[in-house]
Protein backbone atom coordinates (compact mmCIF):
# COMPACT_ATOMS: atom_id res chain seq x y z
CA UNK A 1 0.00 0.00 0.00
CA UNK A 2 1.39 3.42 -1.02
CA UNK A 3 0.08 6.85 0.63
CA UNK A 4 0.21 10.08 -0.83
CA UNK A 5 -1.65 13.81 -0.54
CA UNK A 6 -4.79 14.76 -2.12
CA UNK A 7 -4.84 18.51 -3.76
CA UNK A 8 -6.45 19.58 -0.43
CA UNK A 9 -3.74 17.70 1.76
CA UNK A 10 -5.94 14.50 2.19
CA UNK A 11 -3.94 11.31 2.73
CA UNK A 12 -5.10 9.31 0.46
CA UNK A 13 -4.31 5.21 0.02
CA UNK A 14 -4.00 2.80 -2.95
CA UNK A 15 -3.06 -0.85 -3.22
CA UNK A 16 -0.52 -2.05 -6.07
CA UNK A 17 -1.40 -5.95 -7.32
CA UNK A 18 0.58 -7.78 -9.66
CA UNK A 19 3.35 -6.78 -12.36
CA UNK A 20 3.73 -5.14 -16.03
CA UNK A 21 1.82 -2.00 -16.87
CA UNK A 22 0.06 0.08 -14.39
CA UNK A 23 -3.60 0.35 -14.19
CA UNK A 24 -5.09 2.79 -12.32
CA UNK A 25 -8.69 1.32 -11.05
CA UNK A 26 -11.66 3.42 -9.90
CA UNK A 27 -14.26 1.67 -7.48
CA UNK A 28 -18.20 1.78 -7.28
CA UNK A 29 -20.46 1.77 -4.29
CA UNK A 30 -20.62 4.41 -4.71
CA UNK A 31 -17.94 5.48 -2.43
CA UNK A 32 -16.76 1.73 -1.72
CA UNK A 33 -13.65 0.45 -0.21
CA UNK A 34 -11.82 -1.46 -3.80
CA UNK A 35 -11.08 -4.67 -1.64
CA UNK A 36 -14.02 -5.85 -3.44
CA UNK A 37 -12.50 -5.60 -6.87
CA UNK A 38 -10.18 -8.51 -5.73
CA UNK A 39 -7.65 -8.62 -8.28
CA UNK A 40 -10.37 -8.58 -10.96
CA UNK A 41 -10.28 -12.12 -11.96
CA UNK A 42 -6.48 -12.22 -12.30
CA UNK A 43 -5.96 -9.37 -14.52
CA UNK A 44 -3.48 -8.45 -11.88
CA UNK A 45 -1.34 -11.51 -14.02
CA UNK A 46 -1.17 -8.97 -16.65
CA UNK A 47 -1.33 -5.43 -15.28
CA UNK A 48 -0.07 -3.78 -12.12
CA UNK A 49 -3.65 -2.66 -10.88
CA UNK A 50 -3.21 0.39 -8.59
CA UNK A 51 -6.51 -0.09 -6.85
CA UNK A 52 -7.53 3.78 -5.30
CA UNK A 53 -9.63 3.60 -2.22
CA UNK A 54 -11.36 6.89 -2.56
CA UNK A 55 -11.58 9.15 0.40
CA UNK A 56 -13.43 8.40 3.18
CA UNK A 57 -13.61 4.75 1.99
CA UNK A 58 -10.75 1.75 2.89
CA UNK A 59 -7.22 2.77 4.30
CA UNK A 60 -7.96 6.77 3.12
CA UNK A 61 -8.37 9.40 5.24
CA UNK A 62 -11.95 10.93 5.83
CA UNK A 63 -11.44 15.06 4.29
CA UNK A 64 -12.09 18.17 6.29
CA UNK A 65 -14.79 19.08 3.70
CA UNK A 66 -17.46 16.58 3.38
CA UNK A 67 -18.23 18.42 0.34
CA UNK A 68 -15.31 16.99 -1.59
CA UNK A 69 -17.40 13.57 -1.45
CA UNK A 70 -19.04 15.14 -4.54
CA UNK A 71 -17.73 13.34 -8.08
CA UNK A 72 -16.82 16.33 -9.69
CA UNK A 73 -14.52 17.01 -7.18
CA UNK A 74 -12.94 13.53 -6.56
CA UNK A 75 -11.09 14.13 -10.16
CA UNK A 76 -8.40 16.50 -8.14
CA UNK A 77 -7.32 12.87 -6.23
CA UNK A 78 -7.33 10.77 -9.38
CA UNK A 79 -5.07 13.49 -10.78
CA UNK A 80 -3.01 13.84 -7.62
CA UNK A 81 -2.82 9.88 -8.05
CA UNK A 82 -1.10 10.54 -11.45
CA UNK A 83 0.88 12.92 -10.53
CA UNK A 84 1.90 10.39 -7.25
CA UNK A 85 3.04 7.71 -9.87
CA UNK A 86 4.77 9.61 -11.94
CA UNK A 87 3.04 8.90 -15.12
CA UNK A 88 2.50 11.35 -18.08
CA UNK A 89 -0.63 9.28 -19.36
CA UNK A 90 -3.33 6.37 -16.98
CA UNK A 91 -4.41 3.37 -18.43
CA UNK A 92 -7.58 3.52 -16.64
CA UNK A 93 -10.54 1.36 -15.30
CA UNK A 94 -13.59 2.83 -13.66
CA UNK A 95 -16.58 -0.13 -12.12
CA UNK A 96 -20.35 0.60 -12.34
CA UNK A 97 -20.11 4.07 -9.55
CA UNK A 98 -16.63 4.67 -10.53
CA UNK A 99 -17.21 5.02 -13.86
CA UNK A 100 -18.51 8.15 -13.51
CA UNK A 101 -15.16 9.38 -11.88
CA UNK A 102 -13.56 7.47 -14.91
CA UNK A 103 -15.93 9.82 -17.65
CA UNK A 104 -14.96 13.26 -15.78
CA UNK A 105 -11.53 12.71 -15.90
CA UNK A 106 -10.95 11.67 -18.88
CA UNK A 107 -13.54 15.38 -19.99
CA UNK A 108 -11.09 17.27 -17.73
CA UNK A 109 -7.74 15.54 -18.79
CA UNK A 110 -8.26 13.87 -22.31
CA UNK A 111 -4.47 14.31 -22.60
CA UNK A 112 -3.51 12.06 -19.64
CA UNK A 113 -5.57 9.05 -20.80
CA UNK A 114 -4.16 6.39 -22.44
CA UNK A 115 -6.79 3.44 -22.43
CA UNK A 116 -10.06 3.92 -20.93
CA UNK A 117 -12.20 0.32 -19.41
CA UNK A 118 -15.72 0.92 -18.20
CA UNK A 119 -17.05 -2.02 -16.62
CA UNK A 120 -20.68 -2.42 -16.11
CA UNK A 121 -20.98 1.16 -16.18
CA UNK A 122 -23.32 3.47 -14.22
CA UNK A 123 -24.96 6.26 -16.68
CA UNK A 124 -25.22 8.85 -13.95
CA UNK A 125 -22.76 11.30 -15.65
CA UNK A 126 -23.88 10.62 -19.14
CA UNK A 127 -27.74 11.44 -18.06
CA UNK A 128 -28.32 8.24 -19.91
CA UNK A 129 -31.64 7.17 -18.73
CA UNK A 130 -32.18 3.01 -18.02
CA UNK A 131 -35.90 2.10 -18.11
CA UNK A 132 -38.25 0.60 -15.46
CA UNK A 133 -39.39 -1.81 -18.81
CA UNK A 134 -35.65 -2.53 -20.12
CA UNK A 135 -34.76 -3.51 -16.29
CA UNK A 136 -37.87 -5.91 -16.42
CA UNK A 137 -36.49 -7.53 -19.61
CA UNK A 138 -33.32 -8.21 -18.49
CA UNK A 139 -34.69 -9.56 -15.10
CA UNK A 140 -36.81 -12.06 -17.23
CA UNK A 141 -34.13 -13.69 -18.41
CA UNK A 142 -33.47 -14.85 -15.45
CA UNK A 143 -36.66 -17.11 -15.26
CA UNK A 144 -35.42 -20.40 -14.66
CA UNK A 145 -33.26 -19.73 -11.74
CA UNK A 146 -35.15 -21.07 -8.72
CA UNK A 147 -34.83 -18.29 -7.07
CA UNK A 148 -36.50 -15.79 -9.22
CA UNK A 149 -39.99 -15.54 -8.37
CA UNK A 150 -39.04 -14.09 -4.99
CA UNK A 151 -36.41 -11.35 -6.51
CA UNK A 152 -38.47 -10.57 -9.43
CA UNK A 153 -41.66 -9.69 -7.40
CA UNK A 154 -38.98 -7.65 -5.34
CA UNK A 155 -37.64 -5.70 -8.19
CA UNK A 156 -41.44 -5.32 -10.15
CA UNK A 157 -41.76 -3.26 -6.23
CA UNK A 158 -39.06 -1.45 -6.76
CA UNK A 159 -39.45 -0.29 -10.42
CA UNK A 160 -43.41 0.69 -9.82
CA UNK A 161 -41.73 2.95 -6.71
CA UNK A 162 -42.40 0.97 -3.67
CA UNK A 163 -40.64 -1.09 -1.56
CA UNK A 164 -37.91 -0.53 1.32
CA UNK A 165 -33.91 -1.22 2.18
CA UNK A 166 -35.22 -5.42 2.58
CA UNK A 167 -36.87 -4.88 -0.56
CA UNK A 168 -33.56 -3.77 -2.03
CA UNK A 169 -31.41 -6.98 -0.43
CA UNK A 170 -34.22 -9.22 -2.06
CA UNK A 171 -33.14 -8.49 -5.76
CA UNK A 172 -29.56 -9.30 -4.47
CA UNK A 173 -29.13 -12.12 -7.38
CA UNK A 174 -30.44 -10.43 -10.45
CA UNK A 175 -26.69 -8.58 -9.77
CA UNK A 176 -24.59 -11.72 -10.48
CA UNK A 177 -24.58 -14.07 -13.24
CA UNK A 178 -24.55 -17.21 -10.88
CA UNK A 179 -26.38 -17.04 -7.40
CA UNK A 180 -23.66 -19.01 -6.02
CA UNK A 181 -21.73 -18.98 -3.10
CA UNK A 182 -19.18 -16.89 -4.41
CA UNK A 183 -21.76 -14.35 -4.64
CA UNK A 184 -23.62 -14.79 -1.44
CA UNK A 185 -20.22 -14.06 0.22
CA UNK A 186 -19.08 -11.20 -1.92
CA UNK A 187 -22.47 -9.26 -1.50
CA UNK A 188 -22.79 -9.84 2.00
CA UNK A 189 -18.88 -8.45 2.16
CA UNK A 190 -20.19 -5.50 0.39
CA UNK A 191 -22.50 -3.81 3.81
CA UNK A 192 -19.73 -3.48 5.31
CA UNK A 193 -17.49 -1.79 2.66
CA UNK A 194 -19.30 1.26 1.64
CA UNK A 195 -19.44 4.88 2.95
CA UNK A 196 -22.80 5.84 3.06
CA UNK A 197 -22.76 9.32 3.96
CA UNK A 198 -19.90 9.98 1.48
CA UNK A 199 -21.72 8.31 -1.32
CA UNK A 200 -25.26 10.53 -0.39
CA UNK A 201 -22.73 13.36 -1.56
CA UNK A 202 -20.80 11.63 -3.97
CA UNK A 203 -24.02 12.16 -6.62
CA UNK A 204 -25.06 15.20 -4.84
CA UNK A 205 -26.30 18.73 -6.92
CA UNK A 206 -23.55 20.26 -9.59
CA UNK A 207 -21.73 16.70 -9.56
CA UNK A 208 -22.51 16.15 -13.32
CA UNK A 209 -23.09 18.48 -16.25
CA UNK A 210 -24.09 15.30 -18.48
CA UNK A 211 -24.14 17.99 -21.48
CA UNK A 212 -20.93 19.08 -21.02
CA UNK A 213 -19.36 15.81 -20.24
CA UNK A 214 -20.46 14.46 -23.58
CA UNK A 215 -19.41 17.38 -25.64
CA UNK A 216 -15.95 16.94 -23.93
CA UNK A 217 -15.85 12.76 -24.46
CA UNK A 218 -16.83 13.58 -28.10
CA UNK A 219 -13.60 14.95 -29.32
CA UNK A 220 -11.88 11.99 -26.79
CA UNK A 221 -9.10 10.89 -28.79
CA UNK A 222 -8.15 7.60 -26.46
CA UNK A 223 -9.98 3.87 -26.95
CA UNK A 224 -12.47 3.09 -24.81
CA UNK A 225 -13.84 -0.11 -23.94
CA UNK A 226 -17.73 -0.63 -22.43
CA UNK A 227 -17.52 -4.05 -21.26
CA UNK A 228 -21.14 -4.95 -20.08
CA UNK A 229 -22.85 -8.32 -18.27
CA UNK A 230 -25.65 -9.70 -20.24
CA UNK A 231 -27.98 -10.02 -17.71
CA UNK A 232 -27.17 -6.93 -15.80
CA UNK A 233 -29.83 -4.90 -14.61
CA UNK A 234 -28.08 -1.71 -13.22
CA UNK A 235 -26.46 -1.51 -16.85
CA UNK A 236 -28.43 -3.61 -19.66
CA UNK A 237 -26.86 -3.74 -22.66
CA UNK A 238 -29.29 -1.25 -24.16
CA UNK A 239 -28.19 1.49 -22.55
CA UNK A 240 -24.45 0.44 -23.17
CA UNK A 241 -24.69 0.55 -26.79
CA UNK A 242 -26.10 3.95 -25.79
CA UNK A 243 -23.21 5.13 -23.72
CA UNK A 244 -20.62 2.80 -25.55
CA UNK A 245 -21.78 6.19 -28.79
CA UNK A 246 -20.78 8.88 -26.83
CA UNK A 247 -17.65 8.02 -27.80
CA UNK A 248 -15.91 8.58 -31.09
CA UNK A 249 -13.25 4.98 -30.31
CA UNK A 250 -15.46 3.16 -28.30
CA UNK A 251 -15.88 -0.56 -28.13
CA UNK A 252 -18.80 -2.61 -27.03
CA UNK A 253 -18.72 -6.07 -25.40
CA UNK A 254 -21.22 -7.70 -24.12
CA UNK A 255 -20.08 -10.72 -21.85
CA UNK A 256 -22.35 -13.42 -22.13
CA UNK A 257 -24.30 -14.59 -18.79
CA UNK A 258 -22.57 -11.99 -16.90
CA UNK A 259 -24.08 -9.35 -14.14
CA UNK A 260 -23.07 -6.67 -12.24
CA UNK A 261 -19.41 -8.44 -11.44
CA UNK A 262 -17.94 -9.69 -14.20
CA UNK A 263 -14.76 -10.97 -13.30
CA UNK A 264 -17.16 -12.94 -10.88
CA UNK A 265 -19.56 -14.54 -13.54
CA UNK A 266 -16.31 -15.50 -15.82
CA UNK A 267 -12.79 -14.77 -14.85
CA UNK A 268 -11.18 -16.01 -17.69
CA UNK A 269 -13.39 -14.53 -20.29
CA UNK A 270 -13.27 -10.64 -18.42
CA UNK A 271 -9.65 -11.24 -18.19
CA UNK A 272 -9.17 -12.10 -21.77
CA UNK A 273 -11.34 -9.10 -23.09
CA UNK A 274 -10.14 -6.83 -21.40
CA UNK A 275 -6.47 -7.81 -21.27
CA UNK A 276 -6.88 -7.71 -25.11
CA UNK A 277 -7.98 -4.14 -24.90
CA UNK A 278 -5.38 -2.47 -22.71
CA UNK A 279 -2.88 -4.35 -25.07
CA UNK A 280 -4.12 -2.94 -28.63
CA UNK A 281 -1.38 -0.52 -29.53
CA UNK A 282 1.13 -2.49 -27.87
CA UNK A 283 0.84 -5.27 -30.06
CA UNK A 284 -0.24 -5.05 -33.74
CA UNK A 285 -1.32 -8.82 -33.62
CA UNK A 286 -4.01 -7.89 -30.56
CA UNK A 287 -7.40 -8.28 -30.99
CA UNK A 288 -10.34 -8.58 -28.78
CA UNK A 289 -11.96 -12.27 -28.54
CA UNK A 290 -15.98 -11.56 -29.77
CA UNK A 291 -17.51 -13.12 -27.17
CA UNK A 292 -20.63 -10.68 -28.21
CA UNK A 293 -18.62 -7.65 -29.76
CA UNK A 294 -20.76 -4.83 -31.08
Avoid at 54 to 79: H, I, K, N, Q
Avoid at 216 to 244: I, T
Wanted: net charge negative.
Amino acid sequence: MSVFSAYDGTKLACRELGEGPPLVCLPGGPMQDSVYLGNLGGLSAHRRLIMLDLRGTGRSAVPEDFASYRCDRLVGDVEALREHLGLDRLDLLGHSAGTNLAVLYAARHPERVGRLALITPSVAALGITVSGDTRIGTARLRRDEPWFPEAFAALEALVAGRGDADTFQAIAPFWYGRWDETARTHRAAEDGQRNAEAAAVFAGEGAFDPAGTRAALARLASPVLVLAGEVDLNSPPPAMAELSGLFPHAQLVVQDAAGHFPWLDDAKQFVATTEAFLRQGTDSATSIPKWRLS
